[in-house]
């Protein structure tokens, strides 16, 4: 026994390890992995039926053996159907053609097929003349781009008018370089990066989601800062350390456990109902009996944030001061500081990082949290920004997208839920390397104070 | 049996006139938590002098320093009775300016406490706390309180640098130079070299004498040979009172009471 349990110890560690690094593996390759253009596939079925689609995943038959393949094909507008299930063993031909094409477009969602012409107002293009001047046209930011129309035909040879303006992009990936597959992959991310959701969250971008958890988690910290730094100063260096201290103190370790769920109840019965709807009545009575604070927004979903991470604050921040030695208080005191002098001069310089510290463990635990936000102001598209060149700028009434509850609402209120898999893993991973920046930068923060001090620790 | 009432007459309690003392302890009693740590002491300190507290651990000679700085006051649990007069006022009245007084009563620690700053920074603390100053007029004190605590020389070159990246006995130095700075009146000094090696210790002794000529100094020590070689004036404390005090050649080669006789040769304790 004394000799496994080092071993037991270690297996301990490389199992969390090795679960961490399958979680980010899955997350990386799945959520990366949407946005590289995946090869088309035109399938002749033994019916003499022709399907053109991405092949996306092969399981096992339900009542007979053999295995049956998932196709994307897209073309809801042809035959109301984006998914085909295939029996592989029904496949009398599987072919990738060069010109098979790939329409991201809306409202109907993808085309998978050929394209036969481009039309505009003077002329009209056939074969790789139509794809250069599709190419073209999308180069080109979506208001500038001309009217025309293109001519579409599906897999099976149904004809399609589709107009230029419904067309994000497009791309043939059969014949793509490696090269231009790189290209095209940076772009889809970027887009995913940088636009606003279509069709109901299964499309387009999460900017919004990405702008509001990050604005939501800042107004946070600016509100819960000042605050715990404060209750900590008085609990550790004001406060008698008597009965009653260390029963607050228990009581705020304790805060920290209240499930989440129980704060948005709180935000939504004290700040929303209660504060919000009083402050209706008294300042925007015009504009009722709609409500401007009356209902969830970015201010009282960080407010009820700022709660729920109070208690993490005081504790970090606590902490951090009752490592300060009293020796440097006492030194101080004794060059002729005032208590706040004191304060302000030594102690809250050297309790700097661990403040740091509890801005990382708020802002790890605000970013991720959804259910309160549920309560509070986090909507499943929020028609303005928070931030906009309207005066005063920061709306802070204003609902707000959240990547968490994005993520939620993509998973399972979604139409289509073979397409909304990957944009789930794509915005968890995107959650996760936002809480790591944000992290990350504090950390870094943190490491030059200490740096900067000659600090060890 | 306790302690006469005026203990000052006796011949083995050295006092000091009003003129030649600048701080008067007078049946000064403190207690913590209602542990009684000082009673009734009377001690009068010399001007321009070095005064030693020795007396085995837990006498009060730290506490008794303390309480000329007033940094009880950060305990809440202490309680004192009787007086401490610096320069004729009571420490302890109503209407002393706290922070004045510990400016003009600096202190120095058992453990070098500079602050996580630069070397620059540490010594210019207390001054930013007074009233503006130029700056030139600013580097004109540090220089010279870093050359009062004779680590000039040594740090010069690297003012800006973290205070934390000195030794342990240049920080000392880097401490009594950033109370000089502030100009006190009077030094305390509490076990300033027990936590440094022989030769830095060696150089604080020597720092003590030559403050003298500038200011009077109280150090609290264990070391007796320390006492006996850079003190004046030594008072021996033994359970929180005062048992003998006088000129350190007496009390150190020919003292009046077996008791501090017993302490000094280490048959006590």
């Keep these: ?457 | 049996m306790l302690a006469p009432p005026h203990a000052l007459n006796a011949a083995y309690l050295t006092h000091f006139s009003a003129e030649q003392s600048c701080l008067n302890i007078e049946h000064f009693s403190l207690a913590y938590a209602g542990k009684t740590a000082l009673r009734e002491l009377t001690l009068s300190v010399p001007r321009h002098r070095v005064t030693a507290f020795i007396g085995p651990s837990g006498c009060g000679k730290s506490t008794l320093l303390r309480a000329i700085n007033r940094l009880h006051d950060l305990n809440e649990s202490a309680t004192h009775s009787g007086r401490i007069a610096f320069e004729g006022e009571d420490i302890y009245a109503d209407d002393m300016h706290v922070s004045e007084l510990r400016r003009r009563i600096g202190m120095v620690f058992q453990t070098p406490n500079p602050f996580p700053m630069s070397i620059y920074e540490n010594v210019a603390f207390g001054l930013r706390l007074q009233k503006r100053m130029s700056k030139r007029k600013r580097d004109d004190i540090i220089e010279w309180a870093l050359t009062s605590a004779a680590l000039w020389d040594e740090v010069k070159d690297r003012l800006h640098k973290s205070a934390w990246q000195l030794s342990g006995g240049q920080q000392q130095r880097l401490v009594i130079a950033r109370t000089l700075a502030v100009q006190p009146d009077i030094l305390l000094l509490d076990e300033p070299a027990s936590a440094l090696d022989p030769i830095s210790t060696l150089k604080i002794e020597e720092l003590i004498r030559n403050l003298k000529s500038q200011l009077t100094l109280i150090l609290v020590t264990h070391n007796m040979q320390q006492a006996a070689r850079v003190s004046d004036y030594t008072a021996f404390l033994h359970d929180g009172k005062l048992i003998e005090y006088g000129p350190t050649d007496q009390v150190f080669t020919n003292p009046h009471l077996q008791r501090t006789e017993d302490y000094i040769t280490g048959r006590m304790i």
């Design chain 1, 1 to 457: 026994m004394s000799r496994l349990w080092p071993w037991l110890c270690a297996a301990s560690v490389a199992l969390s390890l090795l679960m961490l690094a399958a979680l980010l593996t899955l997350l990386l390759t799945r959520g990366l992995g949407h946005f590289w253009p995946a090869t088309l596939e035109s399938v002749t079925l033994d019916s003499g039926e022709i399907i053109a689609g991405e092949a996306v995943r092969e399981t096992p038959l339900p009542h007979r053996d053999g295995e049956e393949q998932l196709y994307f094909t897209g073309n809801r507008d042809l035959d109301g159907n984006r998914w085909r299930w295939v029996a592989i063993d029904h496949i009398a031909e599987r072919g990738a053609p060069r010109t098979l094409v790939r329409l991201e477009r809306s409202p109907w969602g993808d085309f998978i097929g050929y394209l036969s012409a481009f039309e505009s107002a003077s002329e009209r293009l056939e074969g790789d003349a139509a794809w250069h001047a599709l190419t073209a046209a999308l180069a080109h930011p979506t208001r500038e781009r001309p009217s025309a129309t293109l001519v579409l035909q599906s897999a099976a040879g149904e004809m399609l008018r589709q107009p230029l303006n419904e067309i994000y992009r497009a791309h043939r990936p059969n014949a793509m370089s490696w090269w231009e597959k790189t290209r095209y992959w940076s772009q889809g991310v970027w887009q995913f990066l940088s636009e606003g959701p279509r069709a109901a969250n299964t499309g387009g971008g999460v900017w919004p989601a990405i702008f509001g958890t990050v604005l939501m988690v800042m107004v946070m910290s600016v509100i819960v800062m000042p605050f715990g730094v404060l209750a900590a100063i008085y609990l550790n260096e004001i406060a008698h350390q008597g009965r009653l201290t260390r029963l607050v103190r228990i009581g705020v370790r304790n805060l920290a456990g209240v499930p989440s769920i129980v704060y948005g109840v709180f935000g939504l019965g004290v700040f929303v109902y209660g504060i919000g709807s009083s402050l209706d009545a008294w300042f925007f009575s015009d504009s009722l009996p709609s409500p401007t604070f009356g209902t969830g927004g970015l201010l009282w979903a960080s407010l009820t944030l700022a709660l729920l991470t109070l208690p993490v604050v005081i504790v970090a921040t606590e902490e951090g001061l009752a490592r300060i030695p009293d020796a440097q208080r006492e030194g101080a005191v004794a060059l002729g500081a005032t208590r706040l002098e004191m304060l302000t001069r030594v102690v809250l310089p050297m309790a700097a990082p661990a403040m740091l510290t509890a801005v990382i463990l708020a802002v790890a635990r605000a970013a991720g949290e959804v259910a309160p936000l549920m309560l509070v102001g986090v909507a499943k598209l929020a028609p303005q920004m928070p931030v906009d060149d309207e005066f005063p700028y920061l709306h802070v009434e204003r609902k707000f997208m959240h990547l968490g509850y994005h993520l939620f609402d993509t998973a399972f209120h979604g139409e289509d839920m073979q397409t909304a898999i990957p944009l789930v893993y794509a915005t968890a991973l995107l959650l996760v390397v936002i809480v790591l920046v944000l992290n990350l930068t504090a950390i870094f923060l943190r490491h030059h104070l200490r740096h900067q001090r000659g600090q060890s620790c």
